[in-house]
């Protein structure tokens, strides 16, 4: 009742604080904001950081991620599946947001996703602000690319909470739900499986057997 009674009050201020909307801010799957694409063995762990990321001025945008802070965070991520992609195999928030929190995963959806709240009355500050991890492992066939995308959380199959980005809130402040600006733009990332050292060696040393034992035979089919 009182999660509901916070979301309540977030959902009717950002309609009368409209102007403190105008952040540029996403998700990321990296502190710095670059494209996160791990290529890696068939079979291999592969742990991704799911993070807030304010690029935009401060000034501009009236939200500051650095002062404010977040009082709750969550994120729906989706993957492809089927056809030997990546599969989650572990879903975990930053112990920051261990109040109320969920986090869980569904291989036969695709979707990963990470809910949490800090009730200990102090924001989580901090410009990236990390939310969790999820770990995936990587299919069993070279050459396959599994995307992961970013959305808001849609899907309460997974997980039962909807509002997913609330700041402000503490000492006064009026807590704003900033899902639209959060989530107006997709982060996408990819895992990429190629053949092991050992297996692309002695693929190579078979290509250069077959290669020599055609160059013999021409010879003799010569002479």
Same mark, same amino acid.
């Given at each position: 009742?009182?999660? @509901?009674?916070? !979301?309540?009050?977030?959902?009717?201020? $950002?309609? /009368?604080?409209?102007?403190?909307?105008?952040?540029? !801010?996403?998700?990321? /799957?990296?502190?710095?904001?670059?494209?996160?694409?791990?290529?890696?063995?068939?079979?291999?762990?592969?742990?991704? $950081?799911?993070?807030?990321?304010?690029?935009?001025?401060?000034?501009?945008?009236?939200?500051?991620?650095?002062?404010?802070? *977040?009082?709750?965070?969550?994120?729906?991520?989706?993957?492809?599946?089927?056809?030997?992609?990546?599969?989650?195999?572990?879903?975990?928030?930053?112990?920051?947001?261990?109040?109320?929190?969920?986090?869980? /995963? +569904?291989?036969?959806?695709? &979707?990963?996703?990470?809910?949490?709240?800090? *009730? =200990?009355?102090?924001? &989580? @500050?901090?410009?990236?602000?990390?939310?969790?991890?999820?770990?995936?492992?990587?299919?069993?066939?070279?050459?396959?690319?599994?995307?992961?995308?970013?959305?808001?959380?849609? +899907?309460? $199959?997974?997980?039962?909470?909807?509002?997913?980005?609330?700041?402000?809130?503490?000492?006064?402040?009026?807590?704003?739900? *900033?899902?639209?600006?959060?989530?107006?733009?997709?982060? &996408?990332?990819?895992?990429?499986?190629?053949?092991?050292? $050992?297996? !692309?060696? *002695? =693929?190579?040393?078979?290509?250069?057997?077959?290669?020599?034992?055609?160059?013999?035979?021409?010879?003799?089919?010569?002479?």
């Amino acid at each position: 009742m009182f999660t @509901k009674r916070i !979301l309540a009050l977030a959902l009717l201020s $950002s309609l /009368f604080f409209g102007a403190k909307t105008r952040a540029d !801010l996403m998700i990321s /799957f990296t502190e710095d904001g670059s494209a996160f694409h791990a290529v890696v063995a068939a079979g291999a762990t592969v742990e991704l $950081s799911v993070y807030i990321l304010q690029t935009g001025s401060t000034t501009d945008d009236g939200v500051n991620l650095t002062t404010e802070g *977040l009082g709750v965070a969550g994120v729906q991520l989706n993957y492809d599946i089927g056809g030997n992609h990546a599969t989650a195999t572990a879903v975990d928030l930053v112990s920051d947001w261990s109040s109320l929190a969920q986090a869980d /995963f +569904d291989n036969s959806l695709g &979707i990963a996703a990470m809910y949490g709240s800090n *009730l =200990s009355g102090s924001n &989580i @500050k901090g410009n990236p602000i990390a939310i969790g991890t999820v770990t995936f492992k990587a299919g069993n066939q070279a050459g396959v690319v599994t995307e992961i995308t970013s959305s808001d959380l849609v +899907d309460d $199959s997974v997980v039962p909470y909807q509002e997913s980005i609330v700041i402000g809130g503490e000492f006064g402040l009026p807590p704003v739900v *900033l899902d639209p600006e959060v989530f107006s733009s997709t982060t &996408i990332g990819k895992i990429e499986t190629v053949p092991e050292p $050992s297996t !692309l060696v *002695l =693929s190579l040393v078979g290509l250069g057997l077959f290669g020599a034992v055609r160059v013999v035979r021409r010879r003799r089919s010569r002479s």
